[in-house]
């Protein structure tokens, strides 16, 4: 919105009838310049409540972002926590790996060893 720039106001040094024209001029005018005022302003309101519209809807923007950097926060937490209980059980899984080999290893002996007998080792011939 622009305002109108007004005439050129009538000065002491002007004659009568320049004076009185310039006058007239100015005054005429007038009525346009304070409506054209009154808009600017209404204009320079409406766009006040609007930025402080935006700013609260900025701030409430604010704070659901660090709603969500706590949340992030608490989910890094997590995932630390989970990666560890990996590495523990990644541990336990290789304990465990080795336990089922030694009993492979074991049952394989078993399966491959002679009966215990010991009558044959009682020889009364001998």
């Avoid at 541990?91 to 002996?109: F, G, K, N, V």
Wanted: aromatic share 6%.
């Amino acid at each position: 919105m622009t305002i109108t720039q007004l005439p050129e106001p009538p000065q002491p040094t002007d004659s009568p009838s320049a004076f009185n024209e310039k006058a007239f001029g100015l005054l005429g005018a007038l009525p346009r310049f304070v409506d054209e005022t009154n808009a600017l302003c209404i204009d320079a309101q409406n766009a006040a409540n609007v930025s402080i519209i935006h700013s609260q809807e900025a701030a409430g923007q604010v704070g659901a972002a660090a709603a969500q950097v706590q949340l992030a926060a608490q989910q890094v937490a997590e995932a630390a926590a989970h990666k560890d209980a990996a590495g523990q059980f990644s541990a336990w899984s290789h304990d465990a790996q080795q336990a089922a080999e030694a009993a492979r290893d074991a049952a394989r002996l078993a399966l491959n060893a002679q009966p215990w007998q010991p009558w044959a080792q009682y020889n009364p011939d001998q």
